[in-house]
């Protein structure tokens, strides 16, 4: 995964397709996916890792996915953990955040980004927004267009992709909501295959940018879930 040291003076936001940040898709894409082709696979894991843990998965090599915020609207303090101890070792590792459409956007991104910059002082890392479960949003989709569009403009100067399902995607938002297809898609699907076969297109997404395939399995001592990059 890739993160921008914040004195880079390469701006990719500009202004915003939703609102006062605009994403320019290819150019997102491009670094995006440059930045994830060296790793087959990748791991996400809630689970608190140690040192030898991040090594190990580091030697196969996988990149590595941490939640960062978590809902009903908290950092993630086992998450930044592992983040610093990652930071220590690589740069190639990401952060997801579950949200709370109840409360603030901006103040939920405010507090993670803050604390991402302590984790690893002077970078921000690529952040996905996980939009699987409507159960965790609201009844009202334009409520929730509304709020995700919101957090992703207070997320200005960060990759920022999605975490869905064509179920949960439509659910939440609507069939006919596309505006958040020019940033990467992690799909959903766990179905043992990390190619992208039997994918539907949804939300705009011709095909995902990476697939999580499998869940709670057993790397390097830890439980994690498998993720691929769709080539």
């Not at 991040?54 to 196969?60: H, Q, R, S, V, W």
């Not at 980004?113 to 984790?119: D, Q, W, Y």
């Not at 997320?155 to 939440?172: M, P, Q, S």
Request: proline share 4%; charged share 25%.
């Amino acid at each position: 995964f890739f993160f921008f040291n914040d004195t880079a003076t390469t701006e990719i936001y500009t202004r915003s397709i939703v609102g006062s940040v605009r994403f320019v898709q290819e150019t997102v894409l491009l670094v995006y996916l440059i930045a994830v082709q060296a790793f087959d696979f990748d791991i996400d894991t809630t689970q608190a890792l140690t040192t030898e843990q991040i090594k190990c998965f580091l030697a196969k090599p996988k990149g590595m996915v941490f939640r960062g915020y978590m809902y009903p609207g908290k950092v993630d303090t086992v998450g930044m953990e592992n983040i610093k101890k990652a930071y220590e070792f690589t740069m190639e590792f990401a952060t997801y955040m579950i949200p709370n459409v109840k409360s603030d956007p901006v103040k939920q991104a405010k507090e993670l980004i803050e604390a991402l910059k302590k984790a690893m002082p002077g970078h921000i890392i690529v952040i996905f927004i996980s939009a699987e479960d409507p159960q965790l949003w609201d009844s009202n989709k334009e409520t929730n267009r509304e709020f995700i569009e919101d957090l992703i403009e207070s997320l200005h100067g960060c990759i920022v992709g999605i975490i869905a399902n064509e179920f949960g995607f439509n659910e939440i938002f609507g069939k006919d909501y596309t505006k958040l297809s020019v940033l990467p898609l992690l799909y959903v699907r766990h179905d043992g295959d990390p190619t992208s076969k039997g994918y539907k297109p949804f939300g705009g997404w011709k095909r995902p940018s990476l697939k999580q395939y499998k869940e709670n399995q057993n790397e390097c001592g830890a439980i994690v879930n498998l993720d691929s990059l769709i080539k």
